[in-house]
């Protein structure tokens, strides 16, 4: 979220009414609109990205705003017919629409004072999703794949475009790695609570005496982060040559396509095989690295959220359990919000929606009880 809006997480008494806070926001968004047409700002395209982001932001809240001043116009047109107008139906009429005006008044409020809890800068960004398959051997690689299967179908869903990075394949199936892009607005902001370890409870095909077995596999969503955010000195990158594996033709598994980034400073790699085209293979793989070491800075102050709020915890500690998945039960537990969902194979066919949207609103209210917003 903007700069701008972040001066709302001041106490209540920095404006009386929540028709001041949106009378103060609609002003700065005449503001940067203006600003947005001026010649210093569109030659310098970090400033006009920044800007038109902002631009865009306040522009959700000003549609609020002009739905909610003409709640409060009618409520008062309502209250001065009730304080002057003599005919009883009239009257009666008005006080009955002022009664549906006042709730729709508390349900607007509600939703603007959501709409102002500051968000993350990088919410509103692209995501990289990386899936990995942890203990549990050749099951924890066939639960990577359908970890992957999931976010896949959820996305498909959303309509979101999503791009392959780089995989290596488990050898019963599924994947022992696998790293995706996807690309749409507040990507990250939706996705970045999958970060964690997910657990899977159920009999793999292998096993003889039915017995269940528990696997896990880690979830890493990382923004991603463009050459405002990070800049990189080309001499501080390494950059290797090699054959691409898996299926795509002769040229896949004969020519040096594939790329694997060093950043030597930091140790960091990053590495691209999906492409035939080397090139294509080197942006995608600078894409992530350029992503990961932003992450680094990111990940110390997801940190110090995530000691203030339980529903943070998969961003700031990986390590953390934050979802089983029981076959037999046909059970999801979403463990940071004590959440339990008997629609296993719902979930597992990208029906994630309502979960995001629970951690979503646990998350936005301890930011409530924080005093984030008047």
Same mark, same amino acid.
């Given at each position: 979220?903007?700069?701008?809006?972040?001066?709302?997480?001041?106490?209540?008494?920095? *404006?009386?009414?929540?028709?001041?806070?949106?009378?103060?926001?609609?002003?700065?968004?005449?503001?940067?609109?203006?600003?947005?047409?001026?010649?210093?700002?569109?030659?310098?395209?970090?400033?006009?990205?920044?800007?038109?982001?902002?631009?865009?932001?306040?522009?959700?809240?000003?549609?609020?705003?002009?739905? *909610?001043?003409?709640?409060?116009?009618?409520?008062?047109?309502?209250?001065?017919?009730?304080?002057?107008?003599?005919?009883?139906?009239?009257?009666?009429?008005?006080?009955?629409?002022?009664?549906?005006?006042?709730?729709?008044?508390?349900?607007?409020?509600?939703?603007?004072?959501?709409?102002?809890?500051?968000?993350?800068?990088?919410?509103?960004?692209?995501?990289?999703?990386?899936?990995?398959? =942890?203990?549990?051997?050749?099951?924890?690689?066939?639960?990577?794949?359908?970890?992957?299967?999931?976010?896949?179908? *959820?996305?498909?869903?959303?309509?979101?475009?999503?791009?392959?990075?780089?995989?290596?394949?488990?050898?019963?199936?599924?994947?022992?790695?696998?790293?995706?892009?996807?690309?749409?607005?507040?990507?990250? =902001?939706?996705?970045?609570?999958?970060?964690?370890?997910?657990?899977?409870?159920?009999?793999?095909?292998?096993?003889?005496?039915?017995?269940?077995?528990?696997?896990?596999?880690?979830?890493?969503?990382?923004?991603?982060?463009?050459?405002?955010?990070?800049?990189?000195?080309?001499?501080?990158?390494?950059?290797?040559?090699?054959?691409?594996?898996?299926?795509?033709?002769?040229?896949?598994?004969?020519?040096?396509?594939?790329?694997?980034?060093?950043?030597?400073?930091? =140790?960091?790699?990053?590495?691209?095989?999906?492409?035939?085209?080397?090139?294509?293979?080197?942006?995608?793989?600078?894409?992530?690295?350029?992503?990961?070491?932003?992450?680094?800075?990111?990940?110390?102050?997801?940190?110090?959220?995530?000691?203030?709020?339980?529903?943070?915890?998969?961003?700031?500690?990986?390590?953390?359990?934050?979802?089983?998945?029981?076959?037999?039960?046909?059970?999801?537990?979403?463990?940071?919000?004590?959440?339990?969902?008997?629609?296993?194979?719902?979930?597992?066919? =990208?029906?994630?929606?309502?979960?995001?949207?629970?951690?979503?609103?646990?998350?936005?209210?301890?930011?409530?009880?924080?005093?984030?917003?008047?």
């Amino acid at each position: 979220m903007c700069d701008f809006l972040l001066r709302f997480s001041a106490p209540a008494e920095r *404006y009386e009414t929540m028709l001041e806070k949106l009378e103060a926001i609609h002003q700065r968004w005449k503001d940067v609109e203006a600003e947005l047409s001026s010649p210093d700002v569109m030659s310098d395209m970090k400033r006009f990205a920044q800007l038109n982001k902002e631009y865009k932001d306040l522009a959700k809240i000003v549609d609020e705003y002009y739905i *909610y001043r003409n709640i409060i116009s009618n409520i008062e047109t309502n209250k001065e017919i009730l304080a002057t107008e003599k005919d009883e139906d009239f009257r009666e009429m008005a006080k009955g629409e002022l009664d549906d005006l006042l709730v729709k008044q508390d349900e607007k409020e509600e939703e603007i004072r959501l709409m102002l809890i500051p968000k993350e800068p990088e919410d509103a960004k692209h995501a990289i999703v990386e899936i990995r398959g =942890g203990t549990g051997g050749d099951e924890a690689a066939l639960f990577a794949g359908d970890l992957y299967r999931m976010y896949m179908r *959820y996305c498909e869903k959303r309509g979101w475009k999503t791009e392959l990075v780089d995989y290596t394949e488990g050898t019963a199936g599924g994947y022992k790695e696998i790293v995706f892009n996807v690309l749409a607005e507040d990507a990250y =902001g939706t996705l970045k609570y999958e970060s964690g370890v997910h657990r899977v409870q159920r009999v793999p095909d292998t096993e003889t005496q039915g017995r269940v077995h528990t696997s896990a596999a880690s979830v890493v969503v990382l923004p991603e982060a463009d050459e405002f955010d990070i800049e990189l000195n080309p001499s501080d990158i390494r950059k290797d040559l090699f054959c691409a594996s898996g299926p795509g033709g002769q040229s896949v598994n004969t020519t040096y396509s594939a790329v694997r980034l060093t950043h030597i400073p930091t =140790g960091i790699i990053a590495q691209c095989q999906d492409q035939k085209s080397q090139l294509k293979n080197y942006d995608k793989a600078l894409q992530v690295l350029r992503s990961r070491i932003y992450e680094m800075e990111l990940q110390k102050h997801l940190e110090d959220i995530s000691k203030k709020r339980k529903t943070m915890v998969s961003t700031g500690d990986r390590s953390a359990k934050v979802r089983t998945y029981n076959y037999p039960q046909g059970r999801v537990t979403e463990h940071r919000i004590s959440l339990t969902m008997y629609n296993l194979p719902g979930v597992m066919n =990208g029906d994630i929606q309502e979960i995001l949207e629970a951690l979503q609103f646990a998350e936005n209210a301890e930011k409530l009880k924080e005093g984030t917003i008047a």
